[in-house]
């Protein structure tokens, strides 16, 4: 079952178990009806060390949790520096003119303020250096612990010089510790950072800003401020951004624009430029304007023409399957292998490839384990990983952005077809089932896109891009 510690919703949130899961504190049965917001220690997610690590998305979180417990101190997430205080100006205190020395006690208490803040933030030190510590995995422990000057951040206790060690160690882009490997890669991703056809223009600024940062640290010279520039444009997706950077350019060559003085500028030129949407239907005056980003979505959706071809194939498929003669019986429109006559197993295989398997491992168990209403086997917000599973089904109720597409797969009781597909959050694109007993994962599809963390006996943790996603053991599954 998934545990999700970070408690995402979708439109209905998917079941887990265990202290920060989803199921209702007094044990109630039944859908929940909301789900509280994680607090920013919470949200923080394990570092992971290696190539296709998590740092970007940690640097985010972590900011945000020491800003809310350190408060200033927490700035050197992002500063990379130690905040101080603002110096306290006698000469704004009319101190001539007060007989009865008013001014000079607010003076008295400005300095009495600062003085505090400066004292907090040293004594947080310590606590905000294990805190960084405490929010590391084990690989990536050891690998700040392997650099030269650990013995010396580990005395001091310094969070600052943890926090710069942190950034060094895991903004390097390979694994190799040859220092003209690790520039040579560097230079290469960032060369390489391009913005995906669905990705989001903020998105994308944020992977830049993490793959030039990643220049810097490997020991690159960081190129000029209107490079950079030109860079984040010319990496823009073109599908979207194609007539912004003709006119950039033809208004550099014209002299009709200055050239772009740093990443900033250009980030902000690309973000809020407006295009004319046309209204559908062709409604005369339904012109409307809109920005680039709002013309396609962030999420990695299959556009209208996919979809139709994807019908349009699974069409022919069953249009062949209608045809095909069953090795076993005789009939038209299955194969032996599903024969509703369970005849004798034998005959050739077919010459169409069958459709893939759903759910080998739920349906095997299904007779030893209590069912639930409407003929299910756990409630519809409750998520399984299947390892013998090579398709995706869950409820509707839990996805987003659901589409109409025949879907077929073979299940324990022959071929079945789904009608609808949805995206869920944190995942990836499912089949909608509501009549099936079961919402399912393939674990070969789970495995493929994210890094698991197997507890024998106990659960297997998902390291999603935002969070860990916890499934745990029930009732043998």
Known sequence: MVDDDTKSTTKAPAKAYGKQGFRHKDGAKGSPTS?????????????????????????KKISIACLEKYKNLGRLIQDETYYV????DPKTYDLANDPHEIEKTRLREAYKRRDKEVADMEIDKTSMFAYIIS??????????????????????RDPLALWMTVKKTHQILTTSKVASVIKKTAREEYAACKQGGFEHIVDYKRKF????????????????PEDIAMDFMYGLDNSRYAEFKVEI??????????????????????SRRVVLKDSKGGVPGGATFATLDTQRKGKKYPTEDEDDSKSKAEERYKAKLAKMRCYNCGGKGHISKNCPKNAEEGGDEPEEEEPPLAGLTIASCAGTMKVKSEGRLFEFYEVCLDSGSQVNIVDPRLLNNLRT?????????????T????????????????????????????EDRFPITWEPGESITVHAEERDIIFRRKEKM
Not at 85 to 88: K, Q, V, Y
Not at 135 to 156: F, H, P, R
Not at 264 to 270: D, E, F, G, Q
Request: overall charge negative; hydrophobic content about 40%.
């Open 35 to 59: 789900v509280a917001s994680l607090n920013s220690d919470t949200a923080v997610p394990l570092l992971r060390m290696g190539v296709s690590n998590n740092f970007d998305n940690f640097r």
């Open 85 to 88: 205080p603002p110096a306290i």
């Open 135 to 156: 929010k590391l995995s084990k690989e990536s422990m050891d690998e700040v612990q392997g650099a030269k000057d650990w013995a010396t951040i580990e005395t001091s």
């Open 209 to 224: 800003d993490a793959r030039l940062d990643a220049l810097t640290v490997s020991g690159n010279n960081k190129p000029d």
């Open 249 to 270: 350019v033809n208004d550099l060559q014209k002299g009709t624009l200055t050239p772009i003085k740093d990443l900033n500028t250009m980030y902000i030129l690309a």
């Open 405 to 417: 597409v025949t879907k077929i797969y073979r299940s324990m009781n022959g071929v079945s077809t």
């Open 419 to 446: 009608e609808q597909v949805g995206h869920l959050d944190g995942f990836f694109e499912c089949n909608a089932c509501a009549d099936c007993p079961a919402n399912i994962l393939s674990m070969a599809d789970v």
